[in-house]
């Protein structure tokens, strides 16, 4: 029931691919928004420890914030 609620809240297309480095094995899909953010994944191909953390947050607070300026054009409502 849960994933269902979760489903509705973020749109797949906002959704990251994370991939294991050693086989590039799709490890799951989501949406780290923050620099603390921390995901550990064990790849069932390979059996690699993967761990990818957020590291793009600042991006997206920055665009966010241009947007708000309207230094940039806002692309999801247009």
């Known amino acids: 029931m849960a994933y269902s609620i979760i489903n509705y809240m973020v749109d797949s ?4 691919e994370y991939r ?3 086989c590039r094995k799709l490890l799951c899909k989501g949406l780290l928004t923050d620099q603390s953010n921390v995901l ?18 600042h991006i997206i607070s920055e665009r966010s914030v241009l947007i708000r300026q309207r230094l940039i054009p806002d692309t999801d409502t247009t």
Do not use: S
């Not at 297309?13 to 990251?16: E, F, G, M, S, V």
């Not at 550990?40 to 947050?57: L, N, P, Y």
């Open 13 to 16: 297309k906002y959704l990251t």
């Open 20 to 22: 294991c480095p050693g």
């Open 40 to 57: 550990e994944v064990k790849c069932r191909g390979c059996g690699q420890i993967c761990q990818f953390a957020g590291e793009d947050a």
